[in-house]
């Protein structure tokens, strides 16, 4: 069984900084891309970057310049570094990765983390 348990959220004042961590644990062979996903109240949920097993990245425009996503594959965890916090940046955020969880079957399935609360108030 997979799981991936995001960390690091939390209550931050605008322009203020956090840190995101999603870890995958589980029956992993491999994972390709992982990402961060957000969903406000009463909206829908939005991709906010995602990052190949390579290294690409796609970063949305909401965000752009303010925040960064990196991943170590040897602890199959991906980071968002969210700087220049905005009140409209609040929102639950979501780890997702493609993994493969079978040797001898080359599909990958995506996961979700639970979510991390992430709150922007002065």
């Known amino acids: 069984q997979v799981q991936l348990v995001e960390s690091g959220g939390g209550l931050a004042q605008p322009g203020g900084s956090l840190r995101l961590s999603c870890a995958a644990s589980?029956?992993?062979?491999?994972?390709?891309?992982m990402g961060w996903y957000r969903q406000a109240p009463g909206k829908e949920r939005e991709v906010v970057a995602t990052?190949?097993?390579?290294?690409?990245?796609n970063v949305a425009d909401s965000v752009k310049g303010r925040f960064t996503i990196s991943r170590d594959n040897a602890k199959n965890t991906v980071y968002l570094q969210m700087n220049s916090l905005k009140p409209e940046d609040t929102a639950v955020y979501y780890c997702?990765?493609?993994?493969?969880?079978?040797?001898?079957?080359?599909?990958?399935?995506?996961?979700w983390g639970q979510g991390t609360q992430v709150t922007v108030s002065s």
């Open positions: 997702n990765a493609d993994i493969r969880t079978q040797t001898l079957d080359a599909i990958y399935y995506g996961y």
């Open positions: 589980g029956r992993i062979v491999s994972i390709n891309t």
């Open positions: 990052i190949a097993s390579g290294g690409r990245t």
